[in-house]
C-alpha cells in the first residue's frame, strides 16, 4: 500500500509540475462555463428590424408603434420603398422587414383586407423562423384588439413551457458541459499520461515493482480522477453562482452519475493507451475518438432528435450522450432513478464492459 | 525568392510523402464535412406530441389530424389521461402536450373561440419557441378553416371563394410571410459554408503549428537558422505550401458541398477565394505564434487544439452571433474566425458582393497584417 501511495504522490507531482497542462486544465472549464453562458445561446432577441412603409398612416403608425413596444425589435430605418433591402439583408444590417402596401388604413376602413408583407432572413432557419413569430405574435395581438369578424371563429393558444420556463439555453448546455469537462480529464490526459510512461520507457520500471498492475492503474488515474471531480463540482457552482442555472434534483445521485461517467471515460482512455505507443497517437484518437464525439454526437450542442437516423443510432455508442441525458433530466426537471434508470443502466453496462477490456489489454502487455 | 521555393518545395516533398500528414489534408476534411453538417443541425422536426383530447369531437379530431399532416409534428397518443402525458413529458418521450378540454367544440360553435392549452418541455431552450410557433400557426390556419365549417353564416355571400366577400366592414390584416435566402429552411444549407470555414481554420493553424513544432523537437530547426535565409523569407517558405494547401481545402469542401449537399452558391467564387487567401494568412500566423511558444508537437497540438475550440465557438458557427450577450458580441469582434464566416455565409447565401462584405474583409486585412508581423518577431526572439 506504501508502493501505491508513493505513486500517486509521484503521479500529483508531475500534474502539479507541468504547469501548462494542469493551466489548460483549470482554464478550460472556467472559460467554457463563461463561453457556453454568454455565447453559445440560441435565444432571439433584440432583433434589426426594417419598415418599409411608403404611406405612412395611422395604422400603420400604429403597428409600428406596437413594434417598437415589444421590446424584441429595434427598428434601423425606416424605407419608402423595398429597393435597399437586398443590400441591408446581405450586409447584415436587419434581420427581417416589415412592407405595408400603400394604403393600408383606407383598406382597413373599407374592409378590405390591408396587406402586410414580412420578410426575414431564414438563412438560419430557426432564428429566421422565431423571428416570423414574433412579427406574428404583434400583428395578431393589433388584430384581436380590432373589432371581431362575425362568424370567424378563434383557437386561442395557452403555452406553458416545462422544465425551463424562460428557455434559456444556459440551462441547457451545463450539464453536456460537464460531461465535456469530464470527458477531457479523464480520458485524454489518462491516455497521456499511460502512454507517456510507455514512451520514456518508465513503464517497464513500474512493471517490475511490487506495485500491482490494478495498482499502476489506480495510482496514475487517480489523481485525474480527483481533477475530473473537482472542476465538475466547479461547473456546477458556477453555474448556480453566476448564471443561477437550476438544480432541481438530488445532487448525491448527480454526483454518483457523475463517478459512474467518469468510470467509463477512465476505462477508454487505459484502452487508447493500450492500443497506442506514442503520446502523439493518443492523443489523437482520444481526441478524434472521444472528444469530438461528446462534442458533437451527445446532444450537448446539437440535439439528437435532429440528426439523420444513422447518426441517432451512432450517437447511442456515445457515453455521454447518456449522461447528458441524465444530468438534464437530475438538474432541469429534478426526476429521479425512476425515470433514469434506463439510461443508467446503459452506462453501468458500457462501465462494466470497457473495465474488463481495459483490464485484459493491460494484462496482455504484461505476458 | 529561389531560396524560398527551394525550401517551399522541400516542405511540400515532406508533406507528400507523411501519409498521415495526406491523410489529414484530403480526407479528414470531407470526413468532417459530411458529418459536421449532418450532425450540427437545430432542425426541429417530427417533435412527439401527446395529445389529450378531453373533447372527443370531430372539431378536436380534426385538430389532431392537422398537427400529424403538417409533418412537424408526430403524435404519438391520443388519450384522455393527463396523468400519462405527464410521465411521458418526464420520460422525455413526449415533448409538446396538447390538452383539448371538454366542450371544445360547443364554445367555439357557440362562443366564437376556445383555449387549447400546449405544455411543451423547454430542456432545450428556444427550440421550445419555435415548436410552439409552428403550433401557433397551424391552430391560426385551422381555425380559419373552422370558420366557415362551424359557423357558415357569413360566407354564404362569398360562397365558393375562400376569401369572405369584400366590403363587409370586418377590418383584418393579411400578412404573408416570406423567408429569404433558405426559402425551403434547409439547415445543411446554412452550415456548409460555416464548416468550410472551420475546415480550413483546422488545416491552416493545426499544420503550421505542428510543422515549425516539429523542426524544433528534431532539432533541425538550428540548422536552418544557420543557413543565408532571412527569418521572413523561412516563415514565407515554411507558410506558402500550407496556405495553397488550405485554398486546395476550401475548393475540395465546396466540390463537396455542391455534390453532396446541393448548397446554393450565389456569389462570387473569386471573391470567397481572395477572402480565403487573406484569412489564410492570420490562420497559418496564429499556428506560427502556437509554435513560437511551445517546445514539442504534444503541446503545440493541445495548445490549437484549445485556442481553436474557443475560436469556432465564439465564430457564430454553430449558434447564431446576434444571440450572444452584447459583451460577447463585442469580444468576439476580435475573432478573425467570426470576420469570415459572416463573409463565407454573405457570398455564398445570400449573393453578397465585394461592396457587401468589405467591412469584415477589411478587418480581416487588419488581422493578416498584426497576425504575421507579430509572428515573424516572436519567431526572432526566440531564435536570437
Known amino acids: 500500500m506504501t508502493a501505491l501511495w508513493g505513486l500517486l504522490r509521484k503521479e500529483a507531482l508531475h500534474i502539479l509540475r507541468d504547469r501548462r497542462t494542469l493551466a489548460v486544465l483549470l482554464l478550460l472549464p472556467v472559460l467554457q462555463v463563461v463561453i457556453f453562458g454568454y455565447a453559445i445561446r440560441t435565444d432571439v432577441e433584440d432583433v434589426r428590424l426594417a419598415i418599409v412603409d411608403p404611406a405612412p398612416d395611422f395604422a400603420t403608425l400604429r403597428l409600428r408603434g406596437r413594434l417598437t413596444a415589444a421590446h424584441v425589435f429595434r427598428v434601423i430605418t425606416v424605407l419608402r420603398e423595398t429597393g435597399p433591402l437586398e443590400r441591408l439583408f446581405q450586409t447584415g444590417a436587419v434581420q427581417a422587414a416589415l412592407v405595408f402596401e400603400p394604403g393600408f388604413a383606407d383598406d382597413l376602413g373599407r374592409g378590405l383586407p390591408a396587406r402586410l408583407l414580412v420578410i ?23 388584430m384581436r384588439e380590432m373589432p371581431p369578424r362575425a362568424g370567424g371563429v378563434q383557437i386561442v393558444p395557452e403555452a406553458r413551457l416545462r422544465f425551463n420556463p424562460t428557455a434559456e439555453s444556459k440551462n441547457l448546455f451545463v450539464p453536456g458541459l460537464m460531461a465535456f469537462v469530464l470527458t477531457i480529464i479523464s480520458c485524454l490526459m489518462t491516455a497521456i499520461t499511460l502512454t507517456r510512461e510507455k514512451e520514456t520507457g518508465t513503464m517497464e520500471a513500474l512493471l517490475v515493482s511490487p506495485l500491482r498492475p490494478w495498482q499502476i492503474i489506480v495510482g496514475k488515474v487517480a489523481p485525474y480522477l480527483l481533477v475530473g471531480f473537482a472542476s465538475v463540482i466547479g461547473v456546477i457552482v458556477k453555474a448556480r453562482l453566476v448564471f443561477d442555472v437550476p438544480l432541481r434534483g438530488s445532487v448525491p445521485l448527480l454526483l454518483a452519475e457523475g463517478v459512474l461517467f467518469i468510470l467509463v471515460s477512465l476505462a477508454l482512455g487505459v484502452l487508447i493507451s493500450a492500443r497506442t505507443d506514442s503520446q502523439r497517437v493518443a492523443m489523437t484518437a482520444a481526441l478524434l475518438g472521444t472528444m469530438l464525439p461528446t462534442m458533437i454526437l451527445s446532444g450537448f450542442i446539437f440535439p439528437v432528435e435532429s440528426m439523420p437516423r444513422v447518426l441517432q443510432y451512432l450517437s447511442n455508442v456515445v457515453p455521454a450522450k447518456w449522461f447528458v441525458i441524465i444530468a438534464r433530466g437530475i438538474m432541469l426537471k429534478g426526476v429521479g432513478l425512476a425515470y433514469l434508470w434506463q439510461e443508467t443502466l446503459v452506462l453501468f453496462g458500457m462501465a462494466l464492459v470497457l473495465l474488463g477490456a481495459a483490464a485484459r489489454s493491460f494484462h496482455e502487455r504484461l505476458e | ?93 413526449a415533448t409538446l402536450v396538447v390538452t383539448i378540454p371538454r366542450d371544445f367544440e360547443k364554445s367555439l360553435t357557440r362562443e366564437g373561440r376556445a383555449p387549447v392549452q400546449l405544455v411543451v418541455n423547454a430542456e432545450k431552450g428556444s427550440a421550445a419557441g419555435i415548436v410552439l410557433n409552428y403550433a401557433g400557426q397551424i391552430l391560426a390556419r385551422y381555425s380559419a378553416e373552422l370558420g366557415r365549417e362551424l359557423r357558415p353564416s357569413v360566407f354564404t355571400i362569398g360562397a365558393g371563394t375562400s376569401e369572405p366577400a369584400p366590403g363587409r366592414g370586418n377590418p383584418r390584416i393579411e400578412v404573408r410571410t416570406r423567408g429569404w435566402y433558405n426559402a425551403t429552411l434547409d439547415y445543411r444549407h446554412y452550415m456548409v459554408p460555416g464548416i468550410l470555414v472551420a475546415l480550413v481554420t483546422l488545416i491552416g493553424t493545426l499544420l503550421s503549428a505542428q510543422n515549425i513544432a516539429r523542426e524544433k523537437e528534431l532539432g533541425t530547426l538550428e540548422q536552418l537558422n544557420v543557413t543565408p535565409l532571412t527569418r521572413a523569407q523561412f516563415i514565407a517558405a515554411k507558410l506558402l505550401p500550407l496556405w495553397v494547401l488550405g485554398l486546395f ?136
Request: glycine residues 6%; hydrophobic residues 50%.
Open chain 2, 249 to 384: 481545402d476550401l475548393g475540395l469542401g465546396l466540390l463537396a458541398g455542391k455534390l453532396v449537399f446541393d448548397v446554393p452558391m450565389r456569389g462570387s467564387l473569386l471573391l470567397l477565394f481572395a477572402a480565403a487567401a487573406i484569412y489564410l494568412l492570420v490562420a497559418l500566423a496564429i499556428g506560427l505564434l502556437i509554435s513560437t511558444g511551445v517546445d514539442t508537437q504534444q503541446q503545440a497540438m493541445f495548445v490549437t487544439f484549445f485556442v481553436l475550440n474557443i475560436y469556432l465557438l465564439l465564430s457564430g458557427l454553430f449558434t447564431p452571433i446576434d444571440s450572444m450577450s452584447p459583451w460577447m458580441q463585442a469580444v468576439s469582434q476580435l475573432n478573425p474566425v467570426r470576420h469570415f464566416v459572416t463573409i463565407s455565409r454573405a457570398v455564398l447565401i445570400k449573393g453578397a458582393g465585394l461592396a457587401e462584405v468589405a467591412q469584415p474583409l477589411v478587418i480581416l486585412c487588419g488581422f493578416a497584417v498584426v497576425s504575421l508581423t507579430l509572428a515573424v518577431q516572436r519567431y526572432h526572439k526566440r531564435t536570437v
Open chain 2, 1 to 93: 525568392m529561389r531560396r524560398i521555393l527551394f525550401l517551399a518545395r522541400a516542405e511540400v516533398l515532406h508533406i507528400v510523402r507523411d501519409r498521415t500528414t495526406l491523410a489529414q489534408i484530403l480526407v479528414v476534411p470531407i470526413v468532417q464535412l459530411l458529418v459536421l453538417v449532418n450532425a450540427a443541425t437545430f432542425v426541429i422536426r417530427d417533435t412527439p406530441t401527446y395529445v389529450v383530447d378531453y373533447d372527443r369531437t370531430s372539431a378536436s379530431r380534426g385538430l389532431t389530424n392537422r398537427l400529424a399532416a403538417s409533418g412537424h409534428f408526430r403524435i404519438l397518443e391520443r388519450s384522455a389521461s393527463l396523468t400519462q402525458a405527464n410521465d411521458a413529458l418526464l420520460e422525455g418521450a
Open chain 1, 120 to 142: 426575414t432572413d431564414t438563412t438560419e432557419p430557426n432564428t429566421g423562423v422565431t423571428i416570423q413569430g414574433h412579427v406574428l405574435s404583434v400583428v395578431q395581438s393589433v
